[in-house]
Structures are given as structure tokens and as C-alpha cells.
């Protein structure tokens, strides 16, 4: 999936996180270099049964669901690791705008493309995508980030901010604390670089968090805006969406 995005993992991971970060002798402190990439066929291969276990899950809805308010009628938005299409994807549909999204495993990004219809889907490694070439008024990013290496995180962040319009807003979730524990579902390395290192690094890109949250899963968000746009000469959100889909 190149993503978590569906409810049961969340929950899983969280527990598992902070079963960890409460008993600090089984923590070990991440080195920036531990942490591999979780492959698309990685995903693919859970990716039915993770479908079963998630359609439903409304774990983390509530938040999604309140920082979509603000987001204007016809904004365009892209869902980062979408996977198969959860109700927090579903909140995004709701602003009669523009969604867009992306995973690595084919067989959630078609059941993403099966539930919601009007959605623009590609299959590709998040990582890669061509869609942060195209500008945004929000992304989402539920259960993804930790998943990548520290050094492929900041890498990603950034790319999140450089593809968001001026005054566009990001959401994502990984954990407070700064630890490192395996995927409840695939068994990857993941990891968490801490709530002051997210802070940090998105301050220095120009789009400050400016609220945190919790949800019932124990799942910590971060939410961000962008508050100015350094990117010179970068194409239209257009002729970048027609480069990316084939026209139209």
C-alpha cells in the first residue's frame, strides 16, 4: 500500500508503539539509517486481507472529519497511501471538490477507484508519484510517514509542502515520541523521528504545525499550513494534471 490508511492498522500500530514508548527498556532510539522501505509488493501481498479487516473502521474520522471543515467547496485534495478507501477518505469527498490519490499496491488503488469513482487514483510508489507535481489544496497522509526511513521521510515532507498551494494545509499522522518498532502488518521497520523533529523540519519548509491531535486509536496528527511559496517557475496544476492522467 506504501501507506497504512485503513483503520485496523492504525490501531494495531498504536498499540504496539506505545506498549513500547511506556516501557522505556524495550525502546531503542532510531539511528536515522535502521529503517527499510516497505515495498509495493510487500503491501500487495496483505493487501486483501487488509481490505476485510478496515472497509469499516472509523478509527480517526472525527479528526479528518474536522480538518476538512475549513477546506473550501472545490478544493483539491490528495490522498497520500490511500489504500482500498476508508471512511476518512470518504470525509474528503464530501467538499465536492477535486480528490486525487495515489498507493503502490494496485489492488488497494483499485478498490480505492471502485468505492469512490470520481476520484482521480494512480498506482504508484508514493515515494515517485508525478501528483506532487500538480498543486494542492490539502493533502492527507494517514498512517504513512513513519513507515519510510528518516532520511526518505524528510524527503517525502518536503515533497508535501512543495505541492501544496500558498496557505495549503497538510495533515498526517506518526507518533509523538521518537522510537522505532515493526509494522503490526507487514513486520517493516518503522519509525517515528518525534513530534519536536516534525515541528522542526516543517517550520525550516515554510508550513508551520499549527494543531496536533489524538484519535480514539492512539494515532498523533500533525497539522500544518503552508504559509508562503518559494518554488520558482513550477507548470500549472492543468498541464500537470493532464501530463499525469493522459488529458482531460
Not at 472529519?65 to 483539491?76: I, Y
Not at 510517514?145 to 505541492?163: E, G, K, T
Not at 509523538?176 to 503490526?184: E, G, P
Not at 498523533?220 to 511559496?229: E, G, I, L
Amino acid at each position: 500500500m506504501g501507506a497504512q490508511g485503513m483503520g485496523v492498522k492504525a490501531l494495531l500500530f498504536s498499540e504496539l508503539c506505545s506498549f513500547k514508548f511506556d516501557r522505556e527498556a524495550n525502546m531503542k532510539q532510531d539511528s536515522g539509517s535502521g529503517c527499510a522501505e516497505p515495498s509495493a509488493s510487500g503491501w500487495e501481498s496483505v493487501a486483501e486481507w487488509f481490505i476485510r479487516h478496515s472497509a469499516d473502521s472509523t478509527v480517526g474520522v472525527r479528526i479528518v472529519e474536522l480538518w476538512a471543515q475549513d477546506l473550501s467547496r472545490g478544493a483539491s485534495v490528495l490522498d497520500v497511501g490511500c489504500g482500498a478507501g476508508s471512511p476518512r477518505s470518504e470525509a474528503l469527498m464530501r467538499k465536492d471538490g477535486q480528490v486525487y490519490a495515489v498507493d503502490a499496491s494496485p489492488t488497494l488503488a483499485a478498490a480505492y477507484k471502485q468505492k469512490f469513482p470520481e476520484a482521480r487514483v494512480v498506482c504508484q510508489a508514493v515515494e515517485e508519484s508525478t501528483l506532487f507535481d500538480i498543486r494542492f489544496d490539502a493533502i492527507l497522509a494517514w498512517g504513512l510517514v513513519f513507515l519510510l526511513p528518516p532520511r526518505d521521510q524528510r524527503r517525502l515532507i518536503s515533497r508535501f509542502v512543495a505541492a501544496l498551494k500558498p496557505r495549503g494545509r497538510l495533515l498526517f499522522t506518526a507518533p509523538k515520541q521518537h522510537c522505532t518498532w515493526n509494522d503490526a502488518t507487514t513486520g517493516q521497520p518503522s519509525a517515528s523521528m518525534g513530534s519536536e523533529s516534525y515541528k522542526a523540519l516543517l517550520s525550516s519548509l515554510g508550513a508551520p504545525v499549527v494543531s496536533e491531535y489524538d484519535d480514539e486509536g492512539q494515532n498523533h496528527y500533525y497539522s500544518a499550513r503552508k504559509v508562503q511559496d518559494t518554488e520558482v517557475g513550477t507548470r500549472s496544476s492543468k498541464s500537470l494534471h493532464s501530463a499525469a492522467f493522459g488529458g482531460g
